[in-house]
């Protein structure tokens, strides 16, 4: 029986190491799909394809910390809300995370790695 190449697994990078374009979009859409998802995107990126690709891994937990990350922020911002702060602070955190996300999906687009600057490292 001839070797099937569909049916073996998807190497997570070339003969020589380098990134796969499988590789490099995953890594992207494990930062942009939690402007919509929230946790939930990142966390089946990392628990689905981040099991099989260490470099898509590597971008999921990056994302879902920053979502951890971001939720505390809006927690806080909502213990805010009596003194006035809250909404403030909530938009701020919002842009924050809108341009972070952003951000990480445009450097793993190019097949680097984004660390995003303040997020909790809860997740390894």
Do not use: K
């Not at 190497?11 to 942009?32: E, I, Q, V």
């Not at 260490?54 to 994302?63: I, L, N």
């Amino acid at each position: 029986m001839p070797d099937d190449p569909a049916a073996r697994p998807a190497a997570a990078s070339d003969a020589l190491g380098r990134l796969t374009a499988a590789d490099t979009s995953l890594m992207t859409t494990a930062h942009w799909i939690g402007l919509a998802t929230h946790w939930v995107g990142p966390l089946l990126v990392l628990l689905t394809v981040g099991q099989r690709r260490p470099r898509v891994r590597a971008e999921a937990v990056e994302s879902l910390n920053w979502e951890i990350t971001v939720a505390v922020g809006l927690a806080v911002a909502m213990l805010l809300m009596p003194t006035g702060l809250g909404w403030p602070a909530a938009l701020l955190v919002v842009l924050c995370s809108i341009g972070f996300h952003l951000r990480g999906a445009a450097v793993a687009s190019e097949g680097r790695p984004f660390h995003y600057p303040v997020a909790l490292r809860l997740v390894r």
